[in-house]
């Protein structure tokens, strides 16, 4: 139960290569952010991460999918930055297309559930 009592379904789609999360609702959110600002610490402040954990998921992602899905440009006369590969902007729209199809296959089925919960006593 959500604290205002409504019951609620989550769906958490990852996709891993060996132990590692190598895309996940998390990781997708950082693509988006680096697309959206331009740069890695900037999408980390926006995401509320530290730049080191930001730096350890995208070395993470470029790792996983075979071939870098961000590059970097060093700062210098045209300011450096951060952008998405053409393998980093597949990625991410496949994942957005999985949790789009998981959420619509999730909600349909899980109406009936969701209606057979009752509050319990201590949620009352």
Do not use: F
């Amino acid at each position: 139960m959500t604290q205002d009592g409504a019951a609620r379904l989550k769906i958490k789609a990852q996709i891993l290569v060996g132990q590692r999360i190598a895309i996940g609702p998390g990781k997708a959110d950082l693509l988006d952010a680096v697309e959206q600002t331009g740069s890695i610490a900037a999408a980390g402040r926006t995401l509320g991460i530290s730049y080191r954990r930001t730096r350890d998921m995208i070395d993470t992602l470029n790792q996983c999918w075979g071939a870098p899905v961000v590059e970097t440009e060093k700062g210098g006369s045209s300011g450096g930055g951060s952008r998405l590969t053409e393998r980093g902007h597949a990625v991410l729209a496949a994942y957005r297309a999985l949790e789009n199809a998981l959420k619509d296959t999730a909600d349909s089925h899980a109406a009936a559930l969701l209606g057979l919960l009752e509050p319990s006593e201590d949620a009352r």
